[in-house]
């Protein structure tokens, strides 16, 4: 074969080595989106570590039903037709990074403002928040009507899917859930929680209160959440009905047994102002 031959037959071999390689990069798979945290700025009562994007407005609903299941049946719909503790919530993010906001809960007519603000956040695998705020007890006759306290939550992700969050938690008063135990002053307590992704739309989520501070028992609330495009609503199912940092801290459950379990739900609408 003559030598101008050969230079284009090594040109040719070039050019279709050069189109293989540009079809297999443009065959290469996309890679998989981020993580996403399976829990919005609340988990089920805690802080989780995240803030919601700047200029959101979020409203939030608790309802704990108030009578046990164990003590239920097909006249109070098995407690789905009992009274209920409702807690409202409103938050703002004016700044990125940072969420202010209240809630109002029934029981002790309590109203907590806070102010969290997310420390590490991104593509971290570690997220953290801090949280200060207080609780201002409105009902009549309640002794020590206010609670100062502060929080940091640190989350974790494991495999993509669960996030294990560490919520240390100090509070000047322990208020409880009702005038079952004194005041407590001073309170330290470390909160545990747990967040599972079962899909991109349903979440299933814990919470554990370790018992401190003259506490009958260990306080603890399961979720199964269903997500929509900014919508959150969980089931629950639990042994404690407290929402806010003063009740939640040291339970006493209302001076019935820890044993007791409890339905409820939580309803969290958003929008991008």
Do not use: C
Request: charged share 20%.
């Amino acid at each position: 074969m003559k030598l101008p031959a050969r230079l284009l037959l090594s040109f040719a071999v070039l050019a279709l080595r050069g189109q293989s390689a540009h079809a297999q990069q443009d065959a290469a798979p996309e890679p998989p989106p981020p993580a996403r945290p399976p829990e919005g700025p609340i988990i089920i009562n805690f802080p989780s570590a995240d803030v919601a994007p700047l200029r959101t407005l979020q409203l939030h609903f608790t309802h704990r039903f108030a009578d046990p299941v164990q003590d239920s049946n097909i006249h109070n719909l098995f407690s789905f037709d009992s009274g209920a503790a409702v807690g409202i919530g409103l938050s703002y993010v004016p700044v990125e990074h940072l969420e202010v906001g209240f809630l109002r809960e029934r029981t002790l007519e309590d109203y907590e403002g806070f102010a969290k603000y997310a420390v590490v956040s991104g593509d971290s695998p570690v997220h953290v928040a801090v949280r200060v705020g207080g609780d201002w007890r409105t009902e009549r006759g309640y002794p020590e009507v206010f609670t100062f306290f502060a929080q940091a939550t640190a989350a974790a992700f494991l495999w993509d899917r669960v996030r294990l969050s560490v919520i240390p938690t100090f509070a000047t008063k322990a208020a409880g859930q009702r005038f079952v135990l004194p005041i407590r002053d001073n309170v330290f307590n470390v909160l545990f929680a747990t967040s599972v992704a079962v899909t991109r739309t349903i979440n299933i989520q814990a919470e554990m209160t370790v018992r401190r501070a003259q506490s009958p028992g260990t306080g603890w609330i399961v979720a199964i959440e269903k997500t929509l495009l900014r919508h959150r609503f969980s089931f629950t199912v639990g042994n404690t009905k407290a929402t806010t940092v003063d009740q939640y801290i040291a339970p006493d459950f209302n001076g019935l047994p820890h044993s007791n379990v409890y339905f409820g739900f939580n309803l969290i609408r958003q929008w991008k102002l």
